[in-house]
Structure formats: structure tokens, C-alpha cells
T-cell receptor, first 113, second 109 residues
Framework: DTGVSQDPRHKITKRGQNVTFRCDPISEHNRLYWYRQTLGQGPEFLTY????????KSRLLSDRFSAERPKGSFSTLEIQRTEQGDSAMYLCASSFGGRYGYTFGSGTRLTVV | AQRVTQPEKLLSVFKGAPVELKCNYSYSGSPELFWYVQYSRQRLQLLLRHISRESIKGFTADLNKGETSFHLKKPFAQEEDSAMYYCALNGYTGNQFYFGTGTSLTVIP
């Protein structure tokens, strides 16, 4: 296991299109998180899964955003009808418990044109 | 409110000089605080966590509840310490971190 993997690394899409990102966490980790990071800002929480259950969502996560973690393994984050304001780095992280910190993936950089 | 403030966006020090990256937090109760580091073209990595009271790569951070601070310190900066540093707070639910805006540290040779 080489850590948290995210795919794709970069995505350029036209406004209004749908995009989907994938995250493969560390296999022993039961917790999975999605964060978003824009230029000059720290990562902002989007959503959290424990196993397959989505237990917490940020108000940042509008109705156009949906995340899944079927079978408690990999996760997908879909953005429908993308807007230019969605351009950001989308980070996935995983952990076993939350008190000891996360392991982050390299992120997917989304550019909406 | 749960919040982390890193007042310095940029910090430059000379090699061998002491370095302190500031982090202040807003939290009711006993906070769980972390420092993350991001080297150029690399992913965010956990540097240290206050519950472990550890020292990683010569860095330490002490929780000061009176001043609501968790400053990161190193007595002698090295060029390889040049990176972006983020302070993070585990929120009340234990399920999300609140990150500061980060401090970019440059160590001048």
C-alpha cells in the first residue's frame, strides 16, 4: 500500500459539465475525508465517511456535490454542472480514528473554464 | 467558534537561526492540534500532533491554553525546512479539521 491515491491528478472541464474524482484510501483506514483547497487558503472540510456511511457534510457541499464510498473502500466525489468557482484542489485523506491525524493524497486539481 | 489563525503568510529566516511559526486557535475545551507540512510539489504530510508530545525533524510545538496558541519552533533552521506549514484543529465532532491559511517558510542559505 503506497498511501492515499487520487485520480485524476488534473482535470480541465467546461462550465456546466459533470466531473467525478476517485480516491483510494489506505486499506486499513476506516475513515475517509474530502477537503477542498483554493489558492492562498488552507484545506476546507467537505465531507467525512466512516466505512461506507457518510456521517458529516459541510455547508460548502452544495446540492451539486455528491460523494459516495461504496463498500467502505474507495470513494468518489462528483460535481454536477460545474461552475468556475469550483476550480480548486480537491484533497482526499484517510485515517484510522481521527485523533492521530490524517494521511492525505496528492489531490485532484480541477480547472473549470 | 472553531478557528485557526496563522498570522504570517510568509516567513524568511537565515540558515541556523531559530524559527517560530505562529498558530492561534479558538476552541472551547481541550483542543487537539496538529501541524502539517507541504514541501514543494509534495502532498500534505503530518508533521506533529500535540497529543504525542513528539519532536519531528527538530520541530516542537507546545500547547499554551492561556494564550490559545500552538506555535511551531525549531532552534536551528535548515534549508530543507523551506515549505508551507499548516496548523490544524480537530473540531468538536472529531470528524473534521479546521486548517489555518498556512505560512510559507523560506530558509535563506
Amino acid at each position: 500500500d503506497t498511501g492515499v491515491s487520487q485520480d485524476p491528478r488534473h482535470k480541465i472541464t467546461k462550465r456546466g459539465q459533470n466531473v467525478t474524482f476517485r480516491c483510494d484510501p489506505i486499506s486499513e483506514h476506516n475513515r475517509l475525508y474530502w477537503y477542498r483547497q483554493t489558492l492562498g487558503q488552507g484545506p476546507e472540510f467537505l465531507t467525512y465517511f466512516q466505512n461506507e456511511a457518510q456521517l458529516e457534510k459541510s455547508r460548502l457541499l452544495s446540492d451539486r456535490f455528491s460523494a459516495e464510498r461504496p463498500k467502505g473502500s474507495f470513494s468518489t466525489l462528483e460535481i454536477q454542472r460545474t461552475e468556475q468557482g469550483d476550480s480548486a484542489m480537491y484533497l482526499c485523506a484517510s485515517s484510522f480514528g481521527g485523533r492521530y491525524g490524517y494521511t492525505f493524497g496528492s489531490g485532484t486539481r480541477l480547472t473549470v473554464v | 467558534a472553531q478557528r485557526v489563525t496563522q498570522p504570517e503568510k510568509l516567513l524568511s529566516v537565515f540558515k541556523g537561526a531559530p524559527v517560530e511559526l505562529k498558530c492561534n486557535y479558538s476552541y472551547s475545551g481541550s483542543p487537539e492540534l496538529f501541524w502539517y507540512v507541504q514541501y514543494s510539489r509534495q502532498r500534505l504530510q503530518l508533521l506533529l500532533r500535540h497529543i504525542s508530545r513528539e519532536s519531528i525533524k527538530g520541530f516542537t510545538a507546545d500547547l499554551n491554553k492561556g494564550e490559545t496558541s500552538f506555535h511551531l519552533k525549531k532552534p536551528f533552521a535548515q534549508e530543507e525546512d523551506s515549505a508551507m506549514y499548516y496548523c490544524a484543529l480537530n473540531g468538536y465532532t472529531g470528524n473534521q479539521f479546521y486548517f489555518g491559511t498556512g505560512t510559507s517558510l523560506t530558509v535563506i542559505p
